[in-house]
């Protein structure tokens, strides 16, 4: 699966944007006990999973073939049963007697039709990247051929055959995104162009559906689905939505009990970090310093092509004062560019994290930085050097993190003068985009449960490669994975462990934490069900104590 399209959304300050889309929280008044209050960061930009570029809160009332459920596993969804071929390449679902919202019944044909409606390149869809190994998936987006030749077909009305190129690891993960799941074809043509432009233009497949949505509003809500598959699980009568612009905000609203859950800035972690209702939610998400190997500044670019000066720039990093005191929210020492709590080793069930790191790479060790800067300005025959890290100033955090930087480096590496270049999101992206940058501070979060949604990006010439590294050894080994040993689990992840211990060891970025998002909730909010990656925020099982 290659990437065709970047989204800097996904890229840049991620953790703000993805639980943006995630479900963080909003409120209004309560209506009965079983009424949860949550905040937003943003309004909700688009109901329409063929759109959308997260599915974190829509992933409550949209259903695919699956849903995650506990630790990233996947549980039932739509698909009472499935099978796969002996070659990994063909997938067969059987599905339950599920119902839309309105009652229809949901249809094999529902799926075909979602699937061919995203691919259109009349739809313009973010995500249609995913269905890259679909067979003619990416011909059909690219306006090659037409959607009906997309490799999904409905024999009968409870039965979904879908056809791969090739075998699909973590495809069965893949279809628990409701991106994957199925639209009404009949409620689409029947509203045209009004259909999901309002919540009353669409029609539900998951435990809920939502209410007083226009498109715009800072107000919304989800309401119990009456007609979902298996309601008699589901508590929760209603979750209400309101956008709170910021974390100060949030926590008044809180105090007076308009809101049951809302996130909090770093210097909040802090203040209430003996709270009993502090709660920390781990999320795939690891920071990052990003290398531009094609600098425009030709001395920049000989000492960032040089192994021994990226390595002195991460030795020199103290992780465990940049995640404790500097941010201060819970977040944790990354062990490579993957992060941990994503996926775990087929066999053994230890987690990649752990498997992947390289001794003397994400360590501090001053001692052991000097040494080699020392030896890298030797080899580039320079003894003094300029370097600008180019941050989003509205991502949360990135400002302590880069003055952190700026200090620690001055004071360890002599003749490096650190500058910061801070400017809002977009424009960083852009910069970043068309290689105009020294180092990148960026990062990545999971779309899904294996390290491949990591590993893909550091491939020779992917859009998401901003910084253009390239080795053949790790290409080589991402190709096995992928292909040859797509269908072997073991030896695939042996195949991702030693391409990531390659580009751990040469520092290709380097890691600066794993972001852990931090909440304050109320005690008798229960049966939340958060992931690390993909639809985060699983509301199906929560309810009010």
Known sequence: MKFKKIMLSVTLGLAAIALAACGNNNASGKTDKQTLNLSA????????????????????????????????????GLAKSSSVSADGKTWTFKLRNA???????????????????????????????????????????EGKT?????????????????????????????????LFGPQNQKVAEKYGKK?????????????????????????WAFIKNNQYWDKDVVKLHKINYRVVANTT??????????????????QQVKNFKNNKNLKKYPYSYVAWLEYNFQDPNALNKKALNNKNIRLALSLAVDRKTLTKKVLGDGSDTPQGFVPSKLAYN???????????????????NVKLAKQYWKKGMQEIGAKKLTLTILAAN????????????????????????????????????DKARKGDFDIFLAGWGGDFNDPYTFMQIPETNTPYNRGKYSNSEYDALIEKAENA?????????????????????????????????????????????????????????????
């Open 195 to 219: 259909y999901a432009t309002k919540s009353q233009y669409m029609v539900y497949s998951g435990p809920f559906k939502i209410v007083d949505w226009n498109g715009t509003g800072n107000k």
């Open 41 to 76: 960061p943003a309004p909700l930009d688009t109901i329409d999973i063929s759109k959308a570029t997260g599915y974190g809160q829509t992933g409550n009332v949209f259903e695919s073939f699956y849903r995650l459920g506990k630790d990233g596993k996947v549980t039932p």
């Open 346 to 364: 087929p066999k053994t069930g230890k987690d990649f994290a752990q498997e992947q790191k390289v001794n003397n790479t994400v360590d501090y």
């Open 485 to 545: 040993d797509a269908n072997n689990p073991e030896q695939r992840w042996n195949d991702l462990v030693k391409a990531a211990q390659i580009f751990n060891t040469d520092q290709g970025i380097t890691p600066l934490y794993e972001q852990t998002n931090a909440f304050m909730q109320r005690s008798n909010v229960k049966g939340i069900i958060h992931n690390t990656a993909g639809t985060q925020w699983n509301y199906k099982y929560a309810y009010m104590k």
């Open 249 to 266: 905000t949030g926590y008044e609203l809180y105090q007076q009990g308009k809101l049951d859950m809302t996130q909090l800035s770093n």
């Open 99 to 141: 119902k839309w919202s309105n009652g229809d019944p949901i249809t094999a044909q529902d799926f075909v039709y979602s699937w061919r409606r995203t691919l259109d390149p009349k739809t313009k869809s973010s995500y249609a990247y995913m269905f890259d190994n679909v067979v003619n998936a990416t011909a059909i987006n």
């Open 146 to 178: 037409s959607p009906d030749k997309l490799g999904i077909e409905a024999p009968d009305k409870k039965t979904v055959v879908v056809h791969l190129d090739k075998p699909v690891a973590y495809f069965k993960v893949l279809m628990a995104y409701p």
């Open 394 to 429: 509205d991502a949360n955090g990135n400002q302590e993190v880069t003055q952190y930087l700026q200090s620690q480096y001055s004071s360890v590496l002599p003749g490096l003068t650190v500058k910061i270049e801070s400017i809002p999101g977009n424009s960083a992206a």
